[in-house]
């Protein structure tokens, strides 16, 4: 029986892949440091479930990336590793650019390194943030991705690299994927959909940045998951895959769909456009598409009908804030 390792499996995207590929009949090792970034509970809950849907395939250990020992205890014995943790968020870099560092990339460079079976595939997770404020529409995986507009941009595009460089020296297969946007059930706290969905249902303000002409490519967590299992089955030496929607979304029309399935109106607080923003992003996936039989099936009034149910289930529960 093939063991997968996910780090950063105690979070939201990481959580929902684990029982994907545990519905799978593989096992699942989950490295994560269950950092307070926000609410460990939250974190813990999600590996709970994990544990209730195959205990005795589930094997999760509490550690550091920067730590060599935890992560050569990781990999050891491993078919494939997909490399989700990561400090994250745009916003909070800017604050706390050493750290991101520090993180994201020596962490990336410590797991590499205690790789030692050259027929291990390693997936990592990437992000739409590394083009910057690219204004070519869609974004291609051609496109030059040389000028991030954020420490936490600047952190994922450097750990391309770094599993390029691995790649050309060891020659595992890689497959880097940037995501677009991720949304739906157990979504963190901080992002977009779900803090909007909190002050609606609040009735507290919602931070509305610009002018609501902001667009975005999001991307419901089932799609993401579904483009990680293609690009870890496909083995291809070498690959980088945007992993979106393929469509994109005003922010003013996101909080108006937003509005109508939670039955109340916003409260908005308009403000100043924020620091390491863009405009837009929107992904051409063409290549995934082409390469791993990728297909975005949830556009994004279904996935927002889909988190919006989830949210006010937890929400009733006292199980969300």
């Known amino acids: 029986m093939r063991t997968v390792l996910v780090t950063g499996g105690a979070g939201f995207i990481g959580s929902h892949l684990g029982a994907r590929l545990l519905a799978t009949g593989v096992r699942v090792r989950v490295l994560d440091n ?66 991101y560092m520090d993180v994201n990339v020596t962490g990336t460079q410590m797991l590499l390194e205690q790789i030692q079976d050259r027929e291990t595939v390693f997936v990592f997770g990437s992000s739409s943030s590394i083009y910057g404020g690219n204004t070519k529409v869609p974004f291609t995986e051609t496109d030059a991705v040389d000028r991030p507009v954020s420490p936490y941009a600047a952190s994922k595009r450097a750990g391309e690299l770094l599993c390029a460089t691995w790649h050309h020296l060891r020659g595992n297969p890689v497959a880097c994927l940037r995501f677009f946007t991720v949304y739906g059930p157990r979504q963190r706290p901080e992002m977009a959909i779900h803090q909007f969905a909190r002050h609606i249902t609040d009735g507290t303000e919602l931070p509305f940045h610009g002018d609501g002409s902001s ?20 083995k291809k030496p070498w690959a980088i895959y945007n992993l979106g929607g393929s ?25 100043p456009d924020q620091p390491g923003d863009v405009p837009i992003t929107f992904a051409d996936i063409g290549l995934a598409e082409r390469e791993l039989g990728y297909r975005c099936t949830t556009p994004i009034a279904e996935g927002l009908t889909k988190f919006c149910a989830w949210y006010q289930r937890e929400k009733a529960a006292g199980r969300v804030a």
């Open 34 to 99: 269950l950092d307070p970034f926000y609410d460990v509970g939250l974190k813990r809950r999600n590996l709970g479930e994990l544990a209730a849907s195959g205990a005795d395939r589930v094997e999760v250990i509490e550690g550091d990336l920067r730590d060599a020992a935890v992560c050569r205890r990781a990999v050891a014995g491993v078919h494939s590793v997909v490399h989700l943790a990561a400090l994250a968020g745009v916003r909070p870099s800017i604050l706390d650019p050493v750290r």
């Open 215 to 234: 667009r975005r490519d999001y991307t419901y967590v089932d799609d993401i998951v579904a483009g990680v299992v293609a690009a870890m089955e496909k």
């Open 247 to 271: 469509a994109t979304t005003t922010l003013a029309d996101l909080v108006r769909m937003l509005e109508e399935r939670l039955g109340r109106k916003a409260r908005r607080k308009v403000l």
